[in-house]
């Protein structure tokens, strides 16, 4: 998603150590995970004044870096393979916490349910792509 004058509290600090990752162990390819073309995206993640918040996007980073990260690590050869697999983990997790009542990792009080109008594009819009 083009950068709409938005920033999620935490993404910076987890690019950082992806960052630090590639210069301590060489790795030259980054991956962008996310909603791409979807300008409602971040709404529906943060909510607005007259809607509530649906989280996907954090949850599911959330989710893959405390329950999984570790098995994928153990499973990869480079660097590069590690990002590759959790970008496609996230990914995957995101796909699932979009679709209502199967969110494996939802925030506490939050509804099980989106919008659902909107389901089928978000999720169709949930990439992980190679930028480098």
């Known amino acids: 998603m083009p950068n709409a004058g938005v920033t999620i509290i935490g993404l910076n600090r987890l690019r950082h150590r992806f960052d630090d990752l590639r210069e301590t162990w060489g790795g030259t390819h980054s991956w962008v995970v996310g909603s791409s073309g979807v300008e409602y995206a971040v709404y529906l993640e943060t909510g607005t004044k007259d809607m509530p918040a649906y989280p996907w996007f954090r949850p599911a980073v959330i ?41 494996e ?24 792509r190679r930028i480098r």
């Open 63 to 103: 989710h893959v870096m405390r329950a999984q990260a570790d098995d994928i690590a153990d499973s990869v050869d480079s660097i590069d393979e590690l990002v590759e697999e959790l970008a496609k983990a996230m990914m995957n997790q995101m796909k699932k916490n979009v679709n209502a009542g199967e969110a």
């Open 105 to 128: 990792d939802r925030s506490p009080g939050t509804d099980d349910e989106h919008p659902k109008v909107q389901l089928g594009n978000l999720r169709a819009s949930i990439t992980a």
